[in-house]
Structures are given as C-alpha cells and as structure tokens.
C-alpha cells in the first residue's frame, strides 16, 4: 500500500509539489482546494487522484499532510483540524516564516503525531497552479528544518522529506529550526522590501510612469519579487517581523555607509572597493547555485 501525501492549497508550491510527486516517487497524492476550479484542474492535470474543497477529506485519507497555504492561515487551519490527526500521520509546512505555525503545531499536535517543517527555497512573482510545474525544485535549495529537542519531531520523517527533495533534483540543506527565520529575513524577506523600495523610488511619484519606460534590465531584475502576492507576503513579512526589523537597521547602516563614500575625497576608491565586495559575494552566490 502506497503512502499518500495530503497537500492543502495548490497553488505554485502545492501544485508544483503534487506534480513532482506523481511525476518523481511512488507517493499517492491527494489536494485541497478552496476553489472547486483549482481542484478540477488538479484532476484534469493528473497530479491528484482526488482533490476536495473539504480539508476534513484529506486530512482523514492522508499519512503525510503538506500545508501549503500562506503561514497564518497555515497556522489557523491547524489549529481547527488538529484533532483530525492520528498517530502515527507526518505534518509538514512550506511557509516562508515558520514562527506562526510552528507555535500552532506545538501548541495542538496530538501525542504521537510527528512533525518536520520544510521550505522548498522556490517560487516566482506569479502564483496560482496554472503556474505550477513539476521541475520547480530543480537545481533549487530543499531546507529541511531540525528540531530534535520536541518529541514530535523525527529524524527518520526529516530523512523522508530529505529524500523528497532529492527526488525533485534539489539541493538540501539541514538548518535548526530556531535559526530558519533569521536566515531567511537576509535572504528572502529583507530583500523582498528592498526590492518593494526600487519600484516605489523608481516608479512611484508624478514622473514614475515616464521614468518606468526609460529602463531597463537592471529594473526589472532588481523589483521582479516584488511583483508577488502582497497579501501573502504581508503574512510572511509581519510573521517574521522582530528579524525583518534587524535587518532593516542594517540596511540602514549599509545606506549611511554608501552616503559617505559617495561624498569621500578619495576619487571613489571606496565606492569601488564597496562595488567589488558586492561582485564577490554575488559571485560566490553564483557558484553555488551551480553545485
């Protein structure tokens, strides 16, 4: 008999998991969708041998259940179906901020029922499952989040999602669950709301639109993400907000810093150095996205 995956919400994460799933492993999968649309296409598709707009039915036929909804409402619907839990069934998350739900989690897991976070580092500015595709996590990084210090948590459940991952053609990488928000408010978090500031600088004001049609690569690339669900990133974004805030007072010291090269009486030797310490890190960045 066949493990089945239950995935709540199929939008690009979900959606694109369930289609790695069917394509990749030996894993049943089953979905929930709000929308009776988003469950017919799942089905139309093939990724889902059956999908629902009633969580109840997936939770009930499921052994390993993927939440794949934003982190609050991830964290909400926990905490109303926690008692449909059995033990010995996986619960799992994708959300980018994991305080909230995590809390949830603890706060409700029945006795016996395991839990190992995730998040698939994947995604793109343009959501919902006509986005999704099964070669999302490829060449992509699959954090898998460690806890041994819950009773809940389960070094043979993180193997299983280690090798989920893998199969998918992601890189994965272990990372204390404490520490996954502070990582991911440099790298993910911070740099959404940098990106949010270029397109309110550039773009924004009585000239913005004239101003837009003057540029070019280096816009589009810089305010790409920002171009994603605001509503989901509101969630991200305040779920996380005590590291968010951190690393936004470092911006504000890497911003004075830049303030006083530009005016240095050095010719730009320092803005220059700056710019090279940049390229480095950038590069050293592409290196390892290539391994």
Not at 35 to 59: F, H, K, P, W, Y
Not at 179 to 201: I, N
Not at 243 to 252: D, G, H, I, M, Y
Not at 277 to 289: P, Q
Request: aromatic content about 6%; proline content about 3%; overall charge negative.
């Amino acid at each position: 008999m066949s493990t089945t995956v239950g995935i709540i919400g199929l939008g690009l994460l979900g959606g694109s998991m369930a289609k790695a799933l069917r394509a990749f492993t030996d894993y049943e999968v089953i979905g929930y969708a709000r929308r009776q649309e988003v469950c017919d296409a799942a089905l139309l598709d093939g990724c889902v041998s059956s999908a629902s707009t009633d969580v109840t039915d997936i939770i009930e036929n499921s052994h390993i259940v993927v939440f794949a909804l934003p982190p609050d409402r991830n964290a909400k619907l926990f905490t109303e179906t926690a008692h449909l839990f059995r033990p010995g069934m996986v619960v799992t998350d994708v959300s980018s901020a994991k305080r909230n739900f995590v809390k949830a989690v603890y706060d409700a897991i029945p006795e016996g029922v395991r839990f190992v976070s995730i998040h698939p580092m994947a995604g793109s500015e343009r959501g919902g499952f006509e986005m999704t595709t099964k070669e999302l996590f490829r060449h992509t990084t699959w954090i898998v989040l460690d806890d041994p210090s819950k009773a809940c948590w389960s070094e043979q459940v993180a193997q299983e999602l280690s090798n989920m991952g893998r199969a998918f053609g992601a890189r994965v990488i272990h990372v204390l669950l404490d520490e996954h928000d502070d990582y991911l408010a440099s790298v993910s978090h911070m740099p959404h709301l940098m990106a949010a500031t270029v397109a309110v600088v550039g773009g924004g004001g009585e000239d913005g639109t004239f101003r837009m049609q003057l540029a070019a690569g280096g816009f589009r690339d810089v305010t790409r993400i920002c171009a994603g669900n605001p509503s989901m990133w509101r969630e991200i974004l305040r779920g996380n907000r005590e590291a968010v805030l951190r690393e936004l007072t470092e911006v504000e010291t890497q911003v004075a810093r830049l303030k006083e090269l530009l005016v240095a009486d050095d010719e730009g030797r320092g803005l220059e150095e700056y710019l090279r310490k940049a390229k480095a890190i950038r590069d050293t960045f592409t290196e390892l996205m290539v391994k």
